[in-house]
């Protein structure tokens, strides 16, 4: 059985198939642009400024599938989306944070949608930071983003996208689906995903054979999660070592196998919330600077 769940981390959260890259805009700049079959991580990519530092998505259609609860709206019964975020709380990686949560009650008060109508979201940080959220086709979220509620300040709407956006790169700019060090770590379908460019702080003091990290990122689904830092990596065992060394790391991360070849190490994690906080706020030890 433990083979068989770790087998399924390094094959990605969501399996094998290689997430849908983005097709070129005709453009004199020729960067990538958004498409609506685009897996969430690579979706928002064609959205963060290139100058951006993290990425965190979270795709709550996923969240509601790990609890049954994929029916449920803004429109749903208030237990129900109570019992959804309790659950969600307490057992689903959320490395984006929920960006509605705080006004959601607001937004379901006088706009008639909330937070559990999110699609997916992605909150980014670099330079002013921003986030981008995917909306169902009969959510209108005009009305509260010229009120100014709460992070809708100064925000924007593309009612062909259904996307909810703000501080995201013009079209035209350069974007991190631009860079191929970035979609090389994007990963596929997954409850949460964490990006980051450049290595993790704290790298170790003696002299190592380690390979540089250009990017990396790490991916939940369920109780499993996936080290993305490129293919044919070399390093990943000495690596995996590395993460022994942080005890939150060794209690949270376990059962660590390493695939080479695809850059990928595979884990069971004990608490999903517990690992999604550790990432978002800790040095990742698997993927520190060289």
């Known amino acids: 059985m433990l083979a068989a769940g770790l087998t399924l981390a390094l094959a990605g959260c969501g ?20 498409a609506a079959d685009m897996d969430p991580v690579m979706a928002a990519m064609t959205l963060v400024p290139a100058s951006a530092k993290t990425l965190a998505v979270t795709d709550y259609d996923e969240v509601k599938s790990l609890f049954g609860f994929d029916d449920v709206t803004g429109k749903s019964n208030p237990a129900k989306q109570n019992e959804l975020w309790s659950r969600a709380d307490k057992e689903a990686a959320q490395v984006s944070g929920g960006v ?11 706009y008639d949608w909330g937070a559990a109508d999110v699609v997916w979201e992605a909150r980014f940080t670099g330079g002013k930071g921003g986030f981008v959220i995917k909306v169902p086709d009969r959510i209108k979220p005009g009305p509260a983003i010229k009120a100014g509620v709460g992070p809708l300040k100064g ?16 079209p035209g700019d350069e974007n991190w689906a631009s860079e191929e060090t970035m979609t090389a770590v994007a990963g596929g379908p997954a409850t949460s995903t964490y990006v980051v460019k450049g290595c993790a702080e704290g790298g170790p003091k003696e ?38 060394r942080v005890a939150a790391y060794k209690k949270t991360f376990t059962h660590g196998v390493a695939d080479p070849s695809t850059g990928r ?26």
């Not at 190490?265 to 060289?290: E, H, M, Q, Y």
Request: hydrophobic fraction near 35%; proline fraction near 7%.
């Open 15 to 34: 399996g094998d198939d290689e997430p849908k890259r983005p097709e070129a805009a005709p453009t004199e700049t020729t960067v990538p642009v958004y």
């Open 100 to 110: 509605l949560r705080d006004v959601d009650q607001q937004l379901l008060d006088k």
């Open 155 to 170: 925000a924007k709407f593309d009612r062909e996208t259904h996307l909810i956006t703000k501080h995201t790169a013009a």
């Open 207 to 244: 002299k190592t054979r380690l390979a540089p990290v250009e990017a990396y990122s790490v991916e939940f689904g369920g109780g499993l999660a996936t080290l993305r830092l490129g293919e044919d990596r070399d390093d990943l065992f000495h690596r995996l070592k590395l993460g022994d």
């Open 265 to 290: 190490i595979g884990f069971r994690v004990k608490n999903p919330v517990t690992a999604a906080t550790l990432v978002t706020s800790k040095p990742v030890p698997f993927a520190v600077c060289d």
